[in-house]
């Protein structure tokens, strides 16, 4: 269990200790693309995908997910329990966009016959690689806790999806990340935003996500506020 009281600042958050238990994970207005090559900030970033965020662990807890989410801090700040966390980024896909489209001979938007779930070993100097169960298991995280991991993403799948179909828009695909709490249970971690998930507006299929900045394809405050405007 991470016990140091130190301030660890990602590219986008910052997490600060609170006590024992609880971490304030603190979102910034920076915004990174391509392992940090691009690099811009954009006002009320922060702000956006901590509300965002906040509002769709709500709703993940309402449906029997367990997250690390406790509260609303303040404008761009999230109260969250802390955890050990594991070193994996769990990305849950429905429809092809991104990097599958490099891998594998699928057309960009062509709907998945069944979510595909992946692995990746997060590293940024390493460029966070694709790994497997072997990989894991090497790395020392058990295939209970894999399975259990790809489970809860699943069911996440199920509930954002559906949660946002009635609001018109399709969710192409999105990252989560998990720890262990004190207890031995897995917890949904970090955040759920624009920045960690793909939405298309069903009707024109533009995005409103971080894709708006990765390729240049419009103002990120507007769609960020758009797909906000969508949830509340
Ligand atoms: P892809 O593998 O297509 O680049 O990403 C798949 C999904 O996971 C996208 O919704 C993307 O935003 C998210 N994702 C994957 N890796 C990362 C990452 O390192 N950081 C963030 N913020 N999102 C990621």
Redesign the pocket.
């Known amino acids: 269990m991470v016990k140091a009281m130190e301030v660890y600042e990602g590219k ?1 958050k910052k997490m600060i200790p609170l006590d024992e238990k609880k971490l304030i994970m603190e979102f910034k207005d920076d915004a990174t693309a391509f392992n940090g090559e691009k690099k811009a900030q954009f006002k009320g970033k922060g702000w956006l995908n901590a509300q965002i965020s906040a509002k769709l662990f709500k709703l993940l807890e309402e449906e029997g997910v367990k997250t690390h989410f406790i509260g609303v801090a303040g404008e761009n700040r999230l109260i969250v329990e802390r955890l050990e966390m594991y070193p994996l ?1 769990v ?1 849950v ?1 429905n429809v092809v ?4 489209k490099k891998r594998l001979p699928f057309k960009e938007g062509t709907e998945l016959p069944e979510p595909i779930v992946e692995l ?1 070993y997060k590293d940024d100097a390493m460029g ?1 690689p694709m790994i497997n169960h072997h990989h894991s298991r090497a790395l020392g995280i058990r295939e209970d806790e894999l399975r259990e991991m790809e489970r809860i993403a699943l069911r996440v799948n199920e509930i954002l999806r559906e949660y946002f179909e009635k609001r018109g828009i399709i969710l ?4 989560l990340e998990f720890g262990k709490n004190e207890r031995g249970e897995i917890v949904l971690a970090d955040e759920i935003s624009p ?4 939405f298309w507006d069903a009707e024109t299929r533009e995005s409103l ?2 894709d708006v900045f990765r390729f240049d394809r419009g103002d990120l405050i507007s769609a960020y506020e758009e797909l906000y405007r969508r949830l509340s």
């Open positions: 986008a980024e990305v896909r966009a991104g990097s599958l990746y966070d192409v695909d999105f990252k920045d960690t998930c793909r996500d971080k």
